[in-house]
C-alpha cells in the first residue's frame, strides 16, 4: 500500500510526497488549505506539517506540539490554525507557537480529536471551535 500526499498538477500529472521528499511522515491523516493556498497536512506521528510552493515546515512536540498523530485541522482565523491530535485535544497554532485550547473549566484533556469545525462570529458569539470528541473548546483568545 502506498502512502503519503498526492498532488495533481495543472497539466494533469501526478505527483506524490513522502518522508522521503519532503514529509515528515508519510501517514498523512488530513488535509486542510488555509486563505493563502498553503496545505497543512496533519500525519500518524510526524506532527503538523505546512506546505508551501517547494517548501515544507513540520512542526512537532519540540514546537509545543501537544502530541504528533494529528487526526484534524483547521483554520479559525488568518492567522490561526487548530489541530485535533489524537489522544491529547485541540491546540492553537498562532505566531509560530503551539498552545493547548481548555475546555471551559479552564482544563486541558486528553480527548482523541476526529474533525474539527469552526463557527464564525457573525454564527455565534466570539469563534468557537467544535470538535468531534466528548467535550467543546472556547478559545478565549479569539476575536
Known amino acids: 500500500m502506498r502512502s503519503g500526499l498526492v498532488a495533481l498538477?495543472?497539466?494533469?500529472?501526478?505527483?506524490?510526497?513522502?518522508?522521503?521528499?519532503?514529509?515528515?511522515?508519510?501517514a498523512v491523516r488530513c488535509v486542510m488549505e488555509d486563505r493563502e493556498r498553503n496545505l497543512w497536512v496533519g500525519s500518524g506521528g510526524g506532527g503538523l506539517m505546512?506546505?508551501?510552493?517547494?517548501?515544507?515546515?513540520?512542526?512537532?512536540?519540540?514546537?509545543?506540539?501537544?502530541?504528533?498523530?494529528v487526526k484534524a485541522v483547521a483554520e479559525q482565523t488568518q492567522e490561526r490554525i487548530l489541530i485535533g491530535t489524537y489522544g491529547a485535544g485541540v491546540a492553537r497554532l498562532e505566531g509560530g507557537k503551539i498552545t493547548r485550547l481548555t475546555d471551559g473549566t479552564g482544563q486541558t484533556f486528553d480527548d482523541y480529536v476526529q474533525s474539527l469545525l469552526v463557527r464564525g462570529a457573525t454564527e455565534r458569539s466570539g469563534w468557537e471551535p467544535w470538535t468531534r470528541a466528548s467535550k467543546f473548546f472556547q478559545d478565549q483568545n479569539a476575536p
Open 9 to 26: 498538477d495543472p497539466l494533469g500529472k501526478l505527483q506524490r510526497f513522502t518522508h522521503t521528499n519532503g514529509l515528515s511522515s508519510s
Open 50 to 69: 505546512r506546505l508551501r510552493p517547494r517548501t515544507f515546515f513540520s512542526y512537532g512536540l519540540d514546537n509545543g506540539l501537544p502530541n504528533p498523530v
